[in-house]
């Protein structure tokens, strides 16, 4: 079992920025990718950014692509999500997803946190 944790959500005006930060502990020693959604109210939960276990490869929603950037740390079981001018569409609860397999697809990951809400205002 691998539990996550996610920290750094708030309330940011338009154009402003968050870093979103997850933690992972328990069976962390095997190689997980690991990756964002993020889900507005009403809406499904969406993809928006996976890094796989070295690192060496990201991918990113179309409409993320350029603002928001992810990263980990393997030495800390660590992955952040730096997001850059945000817009109020951004408005979401974001999770944090491990799983062993990479995808963007959220079936693909067994692991989730609980999630941490980015509000953008306008």
């Known amino acids: 079992q691998v539990q996550l944790v996610e920290s750094g959500g708030g309330l940011v005006q338009a154009g402003g920025s968050l870093r979103l930060s997850c933690a992972a502990s328990g069976r962390t020693g095997s190689r997980y990718a690991m990756a964002w959604f993020r889900q507005a109210p009403g809406k499904e939960r969406e993809f928006v950014a996976a890094i796989n276990w070295s690192g060496g490869r990201t991918d990113y929603a179309d409409s993320v692509k350029g603002r928001l950037t992810i990263s980990r740390d393997n030495t800390k079981n660590t992955v952040d999500l730096q997001m850059n001018s945000l817009k109020p569409e951004d408005t979401a609860v974001y999770y944090c997803?491990?799983?062993?397999?990479?995808?963007?697809?959220?079936?693909?990951?067994?692991?989730w946190g609980q999630g941490t809400q980015v509000t953008v205002s306008s």
């Open positions: 997803a491990a799983g062993l397999s990479y995808s963007s697809y959220k079936t693909t990951y067994p692991y």
